[in-house]
């Protein structure tokens, strides 16, 4: 399962950024970004649903975590956010609920890398 985010061009881009509302949009949603991670625990898991189906990702693709990263890399090298992945996969469960399950939200890569190919 994967999802696109459509991709904006660069005139789209730089509109945006060049609006009085880019740096209000920014702080709007990087606060956004910052509740996010406290509600996600040291798992930083979040639930995602697409057609009826739940599934865990990384913070980075909980959307106000998203959006401030790309806006970051925009302000900073245009061509670096162009570059940002359009797709996405879930977390396998067994490698979430490994991670939910641990103290400090992190396990070892070598026991979980065969979940990962």
């Given at each position: 399962m994967s999802t696109s985010h459509p991709r904006?061009?660069?005139a789209q881009v730089d509109s945006i950024s060049r609006s009085g509302n880019a740096l209000?949009?920014?702080?709007?949603?990087a606060v956004y970004?910052?509740?996010s991670q406290q509600i996600s625990g040291v798992a930083q898991l979040v639930t995602n649903e697409r057609r009826g189906v739940s599934s865990e990702?990384?913070?980075?693709?909980?959307?106000?975590?998203?959006?401030?990263?790309?806006a970051l890399l925009?302000?900073?090298?245009?061509?670096v956010a162009?570059?940002?992945?359009?797709k996405?996969?879930?977390?396998p469960s067994t490698v979430a609920d490994?991670?939910?399950?641990?103290?400090?939200g992190q396990v070892p890569y070598s026991h979980n890398a065969s979940a990962l190919h």
């Open positions: 904006k061009s660069r209000q949009a920014y702080a709007l949603e970004g910052l509740v990702v990384g913070m980075s693709i909980a959307p106000s975590i998203w959006l401030v990263n790309f925009y302000t900073l090298n245009p061509a162009a570059d940002m992945p359009a996405w996969a879930p977390i490994a991670i939910v399950d641990s103290p400090t």
